[in-house]
């Protein structure tokens, strides 16, 4: 019957209840209450007043001869345009209460010896608890994982449990505002249960579930080594400075990624998500001195890994260089002599494109000049070489077809020589002459 009673005052906003004479009502911040003065109509003699808190104040005043319904007359203003009262019964409405409206209540009737008094507390909006692992009770031996659930309160009557399912396991309620509610909880790597923190008032809950596999961790889980490496995508010629990234594949929640500056943390991440890997870029100038470091720490342990400015830092205008005298093309004809002078050229450019590059912004720059001259000139030294190897075989060939075609016309164009040969003619042998007629 009280619960019936309870869930009927509930569904209208606030909660009653009667002990001792003192009626104890809440009532959720921002809404509206009701302070009845049971009297069910005012006479025309009556005088009411409303009073409140220690010592009492009066805050509201009938007077049904005078027609007076005053309340107006709060000292600090506390109340001002929130009060209401019923010029039939002499009820008082507190309009959107605030957590200051909480106290007691009193109200006195001339026509009545009795004065009525009320308790009323204005509850706040919950906060939503937060579960976090307690890293202190972490031990690499330990098959358990030590949690805790704490909120901080900002009204009293507030508990805070936890539950296993819809069962408690444990409840803390303290109503003192300067601290904050904590509970612990010890469960099982292995655990399959599912567990919920609440806080809850008797208007309102609010609930966190508990996520085992990224809190409950393993505390052995070793720390990875994390990597530096230059970003090249971000690399230009015209650019100062060198842009990297310092990553590392996470095993374990909780977990730390940073720069370092010295001693100085110059940026951090920190994500619990094992299918992903932590990375953290870092620009720094080509002549910067100070001594970077990247780290990766839990509450257990750290990796170190120290940067070399002048290994990844190189200029990208050495690289650029480098890509333009290999991507040159060669000719289709070489001898073993431009071939060495090539190799030695290339050789040479090349160790001094990939060396470091000196502290020396001068310095720096003649490298760059003297390496690029040196490329050039063996490049032409290389055409050179091949178009004099070229002119000379084909000066060669032309001169031996030449040779050719002059023995093919001596042979073929020669002039026939005829001799004439003495024939002794017999003697008995008769010659005619051809007798030509004379006209």
């Not at 002990?19 to 104890?24: F, H, L």
């Not at 803390?172 to 609440?198: A, F, M, R």
């Not at 940067?307 to 001898?335: E, G, K, M, R, V």
Request: aromatic share 6%.
């Amino acid at each position: 019957m009280f619960c019936s009673f309870v869930f009927c005052c509930m569904s209208f906003g606030h909660l009653v209840v009667f002990a001792d004479a003192v009626k104890i009502v809440s009532v959720m911040e921002g809404d509206s209450v009701t302070l009845e003065s049971n009297v069910t109509q005012i006479q025309n003699d009556d005088l009411i007043t409303w009073r409140f808190g220690h010592p009492e104040t009066t805050i509201a005043r009938i007077d049904k001869e005078k027609e007076i319904f005053n309340t107006s007359v709060v000292p600090d203003g506390r109340f001002r345009d929130r009060l209401k009262l019923d010029h039939h019964t002499g009820s008082l409405t507190i309009t959107h209460t605030r957590n200051t409206d909480s106290g007691d209540y009193e109200v006195k009737t001339s026509s009545r010896e009795t004065a009525y008094r009320f308790t009323v507390t204005v509850y706040g909006p919950l906060p939503v608890p937060v579960i976090s692992r307690n890293t202190s009770q972490c031990s690499s031996s330990s098959s358990s994982c030590s949690l805790v659930c704490s909120s901080v309160l900002k009204v009293c009557d507030a508990t805070l449990s936890w539950y296993a399912g819809i069962s408690v396991l444990s409840s803390i309620s303290v109503c003192d505002l300067s601290i904050s509610l904590s509970l612990p909880l010890e469960v099982e790597y292995q655990d399959n249960n599912t567990y919920s923190c609440v806080l809850n008032n008797p208007f309102s809950n609010q609930t966190t579930h508990l996520d085992i596999h990224t809190l409950c961790y393993n505390c052995s889980g070793p720390l990875p080594v994390p990597v530096i490496s230059r970003n090249t995508s971000q690399c230009s010629s015209s650019s100062s400075s060198c842009s990297l990234v310092c990553s590392s594949v996470l095993k374990v929640c909780d977990a730390t990624l940073s720069w370092y500056a010295g001693i100085s943390v110059l940026s951090s991440i920190s994500v619990c998500d094992l299918s992903i890997s932590l990375s953290l870029p870092l620009e720094v100038e080509y002549q910067d001195n100070n001594t970077y470091s990247c780290v990766l720490n839990n509450p257990f342990s750290n990796q170190t890994t120290h940067l070399d400015i002048n290994t990844l830092c190189y200029n990208c205008s050495a690289q650029t260089t480098q890509s333009t005298s290999q991507s040159s093309p060669t000719p289709p004809q070489s001898s073993s002599v431009s071939s060495s002078v090539s190799s030695s050229v290339s050789s040479s450019v090349s160790s001094s494109q990939l060396s470091p590059p000196h502290s020396d912004a001068g310095s720096q720059n003649q490298i760059v000049l003297i390496s690029a001259a040196a490329a050039v000139a063996g490049s032409l030294l290389t055409v050179t070489l091949v178009g004099i190897l070229w002119i000379c075989r084909k000066r060669g060939k032309t001169d031996q077809e030449e040779t050719v075609r002059t023995s093919e016309d001596e042979i073929t164009y020669a002039d026939p020589i005829f001799y004439k040969r003495n024939v002794q003619k017999p003697e008995d042998e008769v010659v005619y002459a051809s007798v030509v007629p004379r006209r």
